[in-house]
């Protein structure tokens, strides 16, 4: 059975930084992309980092680039995202939801997600 | 930036069809994603490649694509499919991108 668990989330001061970790089994972890999407409270789903398979590649939401670090361990099944310089506007719940990759009408490829952890809560505030 | 517009809500009685829209200016080139989403619930994935049911989502469920829109139609609602309901695609450069949700409500 494929499982996703989030963990690391929590109350952290404007500023201030958070590493998530994302757990996974059930699968073979290294041959798929993970992504990270959050949601703030009562708000819709947002993108906001993907990585491929083995870590060489990555990319971020503009909202988040230069402040979040998305990367995975695959010896330990592990995704993680390191949060700096939170602002109010980070608070969400974050999942990690494991990608599936097609080829486009437009011929790249590109990603959805038929696994999603639970989810874990960042609450950014003083 | 590319968006995906969903109408805000929904609604329709037990046992009548209904369809949800996103529409976009890229979806003609790129594939739409439907995800359901209960209340402090995960998304779950209902449609994949414009019309796809992934393994164990209902019949009922099930997805069109014209031009620039994308609709998802469930046929025959249950209560149990009140939710919110989220198209997903992709802009030109593969980045995904989710329309704003949709909260369909069964009367």
């Known amino acids: 059975e494929v499982q996703l668990v989030e963990s690391g989330g929590g109350l952290v001061q404007p500023g201030g930084s958070l590493r998530l970790s994302c757990a996974a089994s059930?699968?073979?972890?290294?041959?798929?992309?993970m992504h990270w999407v959050r949601q703030a409270p009562g708000k819709g789903l947002v993108w906001v980092s993907r990585?491929?398979?083995?870590?060489?590649?990555?990319s971020y939401a503009d909202s988040v680039k230069g402040r979040f670090t998305i990367s995975r361990d695959n010896a330990k099944n592990t995704l993680y995202l390191q949060m700096n310089s939170l602002r109010a506007e980070d608070t969400a719940v974050y999942y990690c939801a494991r990608a599936l990759s097609i080829i486009a009408v437009a011929g790249h490829e590109e990603d959805y997600f038929d696994y999603w952890g639970q989810g874990t809560l960042v609450t950014v505030s003083s | 930036s590319y968006e995906l517009t969903q109408p805000p809500s929904v609604s329709v009685s037990p046992g009548q069809t209904a369809r949800i829209t996103c529409s976009g200016d890229?979806?003609?080139?790129?594939?739409a994603y439907w995800y359901q989403q209960k209340p402090g619930q995960a998304p779950v994935l209902v449609i994949y490649?414009?019309?796809e049911r992934p393994s164990g989502i209902p019949e009922r469920f099930s997805g069109s694509s014209s031009g620039t829109t994308v609709t998802l139609t469930i046929s025959g609602v249950q209560a149990e499919d009140e939710a919110d309901y989220y198209c997903q695609s992709a802009d030109s450069s593969g980045t995904v991108v989710f329309g704003g949700g949709t909260k369909l409500t069964v009367l």
């Open positions: 890229a979806l003609p080139k790129q594939y």
């Open positions: 059930g699968f073979t972890f290294s041959s798929y992309w």
């Open positions: 490649k414009d019309s």
């Open positions: 990585i491929n398979s083995d870590g060489s590649s990555t």
